[in-house]
């Protein structure tokens, strides 16, 4: 039917047997009708998909945070933890302002790099990504230090309450991880848990100086 379809489209009499008995004039639609069918055959061949390339070294370790989020256990904790030290240094060279810029330096880099990383693995959120809890940590620290000095009580505090507010997810942190997708979901969410954190922080320690030196 097809062959007898190109024939009269090519305007020449159509004979199933025109090739055995090689009838002039057939040569073209019968060539047609080969490649016809050929396209047919190729587009109802199932599509490869090649498996995700790898991500490279410098996008794996800057998303796992030097590979603290290879961590089995609690992979977002232990990003945290690492933050840490680089908090304590970038507030030792340059206070609290430095600490913020840093913060924001790394969330805009980690848009990038948490982006790559997923698209790499094939995955929307990968567990194993923390840079985004890097960014999130040092916003909380910085802010809190803005007011009260580096120590113990301000560190495990802002510590705490960043690892609480990052697994609560306050509004809009939740809506954010839930509808923004690629680096900028990745990484927003834990900035606006920074924020919350930093917030209750602050809130904490002042009506704790307040209680503690009221008569």
């Not at 587009?43 to 961590?71: D, I």
């Not at 256990?73 to 609290?96: D, E, K, M, R, Y």
């Not at 509808?179 to 990745?186: E, F, Q, R, Y």
């Amino acid at each position: 039917m097809a062959g007898k379809t190109l024939a009269i489209i090519a305007g020449t009499p159509y004979d199933a047997d025109a090739r055995a008995s090689g009838i002039p004039g057939m040569a073209a639609p019968r060539f047609v009708e080969g490649l016809f069918e050929k396209a047919v055959s190729l587009s109802n061949r199932p599509t490869v998909t090649p498996p995700p390339a790898p991500p490279g070294p410098a996008v794996r370790w800057l998303a796992t945070w030097f590979g603290s989020g290879l961590s089995p256990i609690a992979p977002g904790t232990a990003g945290s933890l690492a933050a840490l030290p680089f908090a304590w240094g970038l507030n030792g060279w340059g206070g609290p302002w430095l600490l913020l810029a840093g913060a924001l330096a790394v969330f805009a880099l980690g848009i990038g790099v948490s982006d790559a990383y997923g698209r790499a693995v094939g995955r929307r959120d990968p567990a194993e990504v923390v840079i985004d809890e890097v960014a999130g940590q040092w916003l909380t620290l910085g802010l809190v230090l803005l007011v009260f000095p580096w120590d113990a009580v301000s560190l495990t505090l802002g510590f705490l309450a960043f690892r609480v507010a990052d697994i609560v997810k306050p509004w809009p942190a939740r809506q954010i991880d839930r509808t923004t997708h690629g680096g900028v979901g990745i990484m927003a969410d834990d900035m606006v848990a920074g924020v919350y954190a930093a917030a209750a922080v602050l809130l904490g320690l002042t009506a704790l100086e307040i209680w503690i030196v009221a008569p």
